[in-house]
């Protein structure tokens, strides 16, 4: 069976099929194909079911196979048939706007990454939720995941290497220690010395190091050794699944009402069948 292409649904519109040898030799028997156009003629329910945004040819389709699935006699069958339509439409809508909740919570907890994050492994003291892109983290492939461990190993390791030769002490330490850091960590402390946050000296960029620093290297690199548990605080705190009470006790409902329209339409044709 097939809807003519460019079709819509429209208030008077009915939806042609083509004729099969099972259809024939229902319609000798005086059964579904003699009242087939008929089945396919859109009622008030399919009036109402489609809103005006909503793809009318999709539910044309929907309609279409439940008329071929059951063969509908009569406008009571045929009406039975309709609704089954529409009751799986309306539970398509719900799952929509199960995910329009979902999403909104998610994007509400991104805005909370200092707490968010934290919980993802509260026995990991270091972990924060500081100085990170939480969405560009959790979208990242295994691979980017894989480069940005490396990377934030890397600048730990620079960081404390540098933390060693200041500690040593020794001449030229200062500068030795600067080129130590990692560019991006270099680049950070010449901007605290440019904003005179630290004086540029060896017991100043040992405190930078101490203060900020390392404590932010070593974040960077339980951040993204929890990354899986930091997605999975993610998702299950953007859930909220408070407010998808409303909509679950609106899909059981819509589970009730199919089965009992469906028992309703199978008991007809055990009727007309026997």
């Known amino acids: 069976m097939e809807v003519i292409e460019g079709s819509t649904l429209c208030n008077s519109q009915e939806i042609p099929f083509k004729t099969t040898d099972g259809a024939v030799q229902a319609q000798r028997r005086g059964g579904y194909d003699a009242v087939r156009y008929n089945a396919t003629k859109h009622g008030i329910l399919s009036k109402l079911a489609v809103l005006a945004h909503e793809d009318h040819d999709e539910f044309g389709g929907l309609l279409v196979a439940l008329v071929d699935e059951h063969q509908p006699a009569g406008m009571t069958e045929q009406h039975l048939v309709e609704e089954l339509a529409a009751i799986i439409w309306r539970k398509r809508r719900v799952l929509l706007a199960e995910g329009a909740r979902i999403n909104d919570g998610l994007k509400s907890v991104l805005r ?96 930078f190091i101490r ?41 059981t409902h819509l589970d009730r009402k199919f089965e009992r329209t469906l028992a309703m339409l199978l008991k007809l044709k055990e009727l007309r069948g026997a």
């Open 112 to 207: 909370s990454t200092t707490t968010l994050i934290p919980a993802a492994a509260p026995f990991q003291s270091e972990l924060s939720g500081e100085h990170v892109d939480l969405p560009r983290l959790l979208n990242a492939t295994a691979e980017r995941i894989a480069e940005l461990q490396q990377e934030a190993e890397l600048d730990l390791a620079a960081t404390r290497k540098a933390a060693a030769i200041l500690a040593k002490g020794g001449p030229n330490g200062y500068e030795k220690a600067r080129r130590a850091l990692l560019p991006g960590s270099r680049d950070w402390w010449d901007v605290q010395v440019s904003e005179e946050e630290y004086p540029s000296t060896v017991e100043g960029l040992a405190e």
């Open 211 to 251: 203060e900020s620093l390392e404590p932010l290297c070593v974040g960077m690199v339980q951040q993204v050794r929890h990354v899986a548990a930091i997605k999975a605080q993610t998702l299950g705190s953007g859930l909220q699944a408070h407010r998808l009470e409303n909509l679950n006790r609106y899909e």
